[in-house]
């Protein structure tokens, strides 16, 4: 008999270990804590059984118009079908806008440093002092679990236990799932073994992540009428039903009608379609 194996799925960590064994976060990937994600799928359920409900209530009543136990059933078993589903859909998209949210902090937080940094050596400091000293400033400007406060504690650690600078950095790009970190630190590692003017490529970079942040925010700000159209478009129908069933009884009858069943559920996976194209539209990088 042969024995069929089962492939396990190889994930990221969450977190990886410095050269001076402290813990470093894994951007490229984002882990909700239980409570955040059972919190998460527990709102996401409730809503779409909500939903559930306000659609598919009422199926299998009598020709009196009265419940009947298919009734009873049919309303906890859809109710609970459709918030499954709603918990399954919305739980990914959330786990994602975690995700570049933190990234969006993340290259706010080390373009500030970029200034910062391009300031110190300009006043005739050195790259290790440089790196000492916006790490003192950006502390009066941040709290001390923003992520660039930790990775420049991660650095000057690295450096007071004779690693190389260039080398902190290289892993820090690498960590940040982010290109404008990595070729930072692409180019700072060639260039500072080989005597590269290190004030200028600084400078360079921070011009280009603000002109790349400026554009990205003209473009939010463009496209923000659209998102909240979208919400709007996405939600109306979900209003517009539950009114009818609200103002006439009679009328949403033809709800739990087997056309009227099939109607809804038809509506429904498209509006749902037509959310996440409208999100992936919607959702432009520079």
């Known amino acids: 008999m042969s024995k069929?194996?089962?492939?396990?799925?190889?994930?990221?960590?969450?977190?990886?270990?410095?050269?001076?064994?402290?813990?470093?976060?894994?951007?490229?990937?984002?882990?909700?804590?239980?409570?955040?994600?059972?919190l998460t799928v527990a709102a996401a359920f409730v809503i779409g059984a909500a939903i559930g409900l306000l659609f598919y209530g009422g199926i299998g009543k009598d020709s009196y118009g009265e419940a009947t136990t298919t009734t009873i059933v049919l309303d906890i078993l859809i109710p609970c079908i459709v918030g499954a589903v709603a918990a399954k859909l919305?739980?990914?998209?959330?786990?994602?806008?975690?995700?570049?949210?933190?990234?969006?902090?993340?290259?706010?937080?080390?373009?500030?440093?970029?200034?910062?940094?391009?300031?110190?050596?300009s006043s005739g400091k050195n790259v290790v002092d440089s790196f000492s000293s916006v790490y003192e400033d950006l502390k009066?400007?941040?709290?001390?679990?923003?992520?660039?406060?930790?990775?420049?504690?991660?650095?000057?650690?690295?450096?007071?236990?004779?690693?190389?600078i260039e080398e902190l950095l290289e892993d820090f790009g690498k960590r940040s799932g982010l290109e404008d970190i990595k070729s930072f630190a692409n180019v700072f590692k060639i260039s500072y073994r080989k005597g590269g003017n290190i004030k200028d490529i600084i400078r360079n970079t921070h011009s280009i992540i603000s002109d790349k942040m400026e554009i990205s925010e003209d473009i939010e700000t463009i496209v923000t009428s659209n998102k909240m159209e979208q919400k709007i478009m996405i939600f109306m129908p979900i209003a517009l039903v539950a009114v009818i069933k609200f103002m006439s009884p009679e009328f949403a009858e033809n709800f739990v009608t087997p056309s009227g069943i099939i109607s809804t559920t038809i509506s429904i996976a498209i509006f749902v379609i037509a959310y996440f194209i409208g999100r992936s539209v919607l959702n432009i990088k520079i």
């Open 4 to 38: 069929k194996t089962k492939k396990q799925k190889v994930t990221e960590p969450e977190f990886y270990r410095s050269a001076t064994n402290i813990q470093t976060v894994n951007y490229n990937v984002y882990y909700m804590k239980k409570m955040e994600k059972l």
């Open 90 to 121: 919305f739980l990914p998209v959330r786990i994602a806008s975690k995700k570049e949210k933190r990234l969006r902090d993340l290259n706010h937080q080390f373009r500030d440093m970029l200034d910062a940094l391009t300031t110190s050596l």
């Open 140 to 164: 009066i400007q941040y709290d001390e679990d923003a992520y660039i406060i930790k990775e420049l504690y991660v650095i000057l650690d690295g450096v007071r236990n004779n690693v190389a």
